[in-house]
């Protein structure tokens, strides 16, 4: 079961990839883009790594719905559904994608990878939480916190009426 979970989803996240690129709105993109990194997220819990998985799924659908507030609010078009297209000068960004990703794998190939020493830790989350943030956990709270009051303050700044210029309903 976990076998066909894990294709079905890598299959989806990198259909939906490709369709970041093949739709013709912003918001279509956004979705695809969306629907991409959930299924990165879900691959990432069938590896057991809860933490990354977790994070991965909030941060990613924080992410888009605040690049959707802001494409309403921001662009010309409204609700970016009218056609665009998302690549510019196709040939070149071909040719480059593909000798990037040739150097990319090449490299991958043929670095001579040292063998691995010790044993992975028992808890591999706590491990890597400490690994990044150390110390430094309180800051990062703090951040997060100032990043949410930013999105608010720009929501709210971006109306022109506020909460008592409705008109009165009777």
Wanted: aromatic fraction near 8%.
């Amino acid at each position: 079961m976990q076998v066909a979970a894990f294709w079905a989803l890598a299959v989806t996240a990198v259909a939906s990839g490709v369709a970041v690129f093949r739709v013709d709105s912003m918001a279509r993109a956004t979705f695809a883009l969306l629907a991409s990194f959930l299924c990165v997220g879900g691959l990432l819990l069938l590896l057991d790594l809860h933490y990354l998985g977790a994070l991965v799924v909030l941060m990613m659908i924080m992410e888009m719905l605040v690049m959707a507030v802001f494409m309403v609010m921001y662009m010309m078009n409204p609700a970016g559904l009218m056609p665009m297209t998302m690549i510019h000068n196709g040939r070149w960004a071909l040719g480059i994608s593909v000798a990037v990703f040739a150097a990319l794998a090449a490299g991958i190939v043929l670095t001579p990878w040292p063998p691995r020493r010790g044993a992975p830790p028992d808890d591999p989350t706590y491990a890597l939480g400490e690994a990044i943030m150390g110390p430094k956990m309180l800051v990062m709270m703090g951040i997060g916190l100032a990043i949410l009051a930013t999105m608010i303050g720009s929501v709210v700044l971006s109306t022109d009426r506020g909460r008592y210029d409705r008109e009165d309903p009777r």
